[in-house]
């Protein structure tokens, strides 16, 4: 992640542009690109193959979004967001086989250094003085994932993953210099938001593509409705609490940096990526739902659904000291139903889903409305009490 000092009398940004926007849309592309490779080989080799080319794009939004949020917006620095975005274009385009051929991986590797350089520039124009060392870092590690597109093909996955999960842990041993930094209480909070807002939009477009040109029973329409669903809750889950907790934490959180490392970057990936495990088992059930799934594709939309709610707890331990029993104990439920489901057909799992998934919400909206407090698990001493989830 990009995390730069910023001069003090440079305000951060308020409200997400439309330039940003628009990036937005080439990155929901390569979202796509990558859970139709899962999709296509639902396996644990497809599954961490998707993962290693995801980690890199998600970093590059962050550091983008980083440097956004630092800057003001000029007609440069739209074009250096716009040069950014076909940067992440390209490695949308080279995503599906970027661990397979030399040809894929060297675009996608040569996108991603492409994209550290134009972010650089873009902050190296607007500051004058400037210590971006996390930048650097990342710069140090789209040219070794350059350098892991040349090797032969048995070595490449290999070097990829080791360079990706020295990327993953840089914020942690750089997070030092996030302390220095302004943040926008508002765009952070807008812009991760927006990301959630991609990933659920897979959901919707891979289970609808999946049936389009088809000429669908009533059991498949049943099960598109009980997709659409479970969208609609993971939605609710999220926006109805947590994007508003999430500015509320950047405001009163004594160490901010602790929010944007922890909650936002971390916390994020790991929202999204149980995201994208739904948007593909709710595509593979949706094709046959009475039928009993493969294992691996059976336990996908349970578990990205567990996983989606258990990632609350811990985001808001981090930011209040105290995880919500509701999300919880729903997702020890999902992780239930995970195990169950490669014996069922597609059409109880994704019933069952929405059904925790709208108990939980229901459950949280009746307790908030009814003036109550939501119950909280793993509670430090200096937690509040209160309802953000």
């Known amino acids: 992640m990009a995390e730069l000092t910023v001069p003090a009398r440079m305000e951060v940004r308020d409200r997400a542009t439309w330039t940003e926007l628009f990036y937005d849309l080439v990155l929901a592309f390569g979202v796509g690109q990558i859970a139709h490779v899962l999709a296509a080989h639902p396996d644990w080799r497809s599954l961490g193959g998707c993962l290693l080319v995801l980690i890199p794009l998600w970093w590059a939004w962050v550091d983008v979004v980083m440097a956004m949020n630092a800057v003001r917006e000029t007609s440069a620095q739209r074009v250096f967001l716009l040069l950014a975005g076909l940067a992440t274009y390209g490695m949308g385009v080279a995503a599906p086989h970027a661990l397979q051929t030399r040809e894929e991986s060297l675009l996608y590797a040569g996108c991603y250094l492409a994209l550290r350089l134009v972010i650089g520039e873009a902050i190296r124009r607007e500051c004058a003085v400037y210590t971006i060392h996390p930048y650097r870092a990342g710069l140090a590690f789209a040219l070794a994932l350059l350098g892991c597109a040349v090797l032969p093909d048995a070595w490449r996955p290999v070097c990829w993953a080791v360079a990706v ?8 041993v750089l997070s030092g210099h996030l302390r220095q930094l302004a943040f926008g209480v508002n765009h952070l909070p807008e812009r991760f938001g927006l990301f959630v807002i991609i990933a659920l939009g897979e959901n919707v477009v891979s289970v609808g593509a999946g049936l389009a040109g088809t000429s669908p029973g009533f059991v498949e329409l049943f099960a598109v409705a009980l997709a ?23 405001r009163t959180h004594p160490t901010p940096s602790i929010v944007v490392r922890d909650v936002l970057s971390y916390g994020h990936l790991v929202l999204v990526s149980g995201l994208l495990l739904v948007s593909v088992g709710g595509d593979l059930i949706v094709t046959e739902p009475t039928a009993i799934p493969h294992a691996f594709a059976a336990v996908l939309l349970p578990a990205g659904a567990a996983v989606y709610m258990l990632t609350f707890c811990y985001t808001r331990w981090r930011m209040f000291g105290a995880a919500s029993t509701t999300r919880f104990f729903g997702g020890l439920a999902l992780l239930g139903l995970a195990v169950l489901a490669p014996r069922v057909p597609g059409l109880a799992t994704l019933a069952s889903a929405a059904a925790v998934l709208v108990g939980v919400n229901a459950l949280e909206y009746w307790l908030i409305a009814s003036g109550r407090q939501v119950p909280l698990l793993f509670r430090t001493a200096d937690a509040p009490a209160g309802n953000a989830s």
């Open 165 to 172: 999960a020295a990327e993953i842990l840089a914020p942690l």
């Open 228 to 250: 659409f669903l479970i969208g609609c809750a993971l939605w609710w889950l999220y926006f109805h609490l947590v994007a508003a907790a999430v500015a509320h934490a950047l």
